[in-house]
């Protein structure tokens, strides 16, 4: 099953000029289970799918919101001349398919 199934909501903004932070939110406790237990989102992964060092990953579990948070290192400073993404508001589109077992 997809990520994008089972979360209400994948999300993804700039929390200031130089880091890109990813939401993804459940509505229920079984989805979010689901979710933690496989550990299909973790570090790593998010390293891989996005091409930066699993070091500077930031990583969360928040178990009483039923929500998992990554942070990076925005690729280019915010606004930089070339940067496609002015808000980091589409940046979350590869989320929606991560495979959940």
Not at 4 to 28: E, H, Q, V, Y
Not at 66 to 74: D, E, G, L, Q, T
Request: glycine share 4%; charged share 25%.
């Amino acid at each position: 099953m997809r990520l994008a199934d089972l979360a209400a909501m994948i999300r993804s903004k700039n929390a200031g000029p130089f880091t890109l932070t990813f939401d993804i939110l459940f509505t229920d406790d079984a989805s979010y289970e689901r979710v933690k237990r496989s550990g299909a989102l973790n570090a790593q992964m998010f390293a891989r799918l996005y091409k930066t060092d699993p070091a500077k990953v930031r990583f969360f579990e928040c178990d009483k919101a039923r929500a998992f948070k990554f942070s990076i290192p925005h690729p280019t400073t915010q606004a930089a001349l070339g940067s496609a993404d002015l808000h980091g508001g589409q940046q979350f589109i590869p989320l929606l398919d991560v495979r959940i077992p």
